[in-house]
């Protein structure tokens, strides 16, 4: 059974920074395309950063220069460093696991991954 645990949500006020990590368990990340996602409300679910099984790294355009994925393939674990944080970042944020992995950055560019957190609360005050 594939479980992902995400933790570091928070509040913050404009320009700070926050860590998100998300432990996997059940699958082997390294053989999985990875990604960040948020939703915020009333708004649709959209991929924030990606990281695919060859290391190449996707962010959306509104996080670029800000965000950064990484993932620690011993620790079974995803990372999103996020720095500058705008009002606008506040969301609900996921991670995702797909093991689609012929078209994984497809499903990541549409906001979807084949196994999801439960999500974490992401806070950005002016």
């Known amino acids: 059974q594939v479980q992902l645990m995400e933790s570091g949500g928070g509040s913050v006020q404009a320009g700070g920074s926050l860590r998100l990590s998300c432990a996997a368990s059940g699958y082997t990340i390294s053989n999985a395309c990875m990604g960040w996602f948020r939703q915020a409300p009333g708004r649709e679910r959209e991929g924030v950063a990606y990281i695919g099984r060859d290391g190449s790294r996707i962010y959306t355009d509104s996080v670029k220069d800000r965000f950064t994925i990484s993932q620690d393939n011993g620790k079974n674990s995803l990372y999103l460093e996020m720095t500058s944080l705008k009002p606008e970042d506040t969301a609900v944020y996921y991670c995702?696991?797909?093991?689609?992995?012929?078209?994984?950055?497809?499903?990541?560019?549409?906001?979807?991954?084949?196994?999801w957190g439960q999500g974490t609360q992401v806070t950005v005050s002016s």
């Open positions: 995702g696991l797909d093991v689609r992995v012929s078209r994984c950055r497809v499903y990541w560019q549409a906001g979807a991954a084949y196994y």
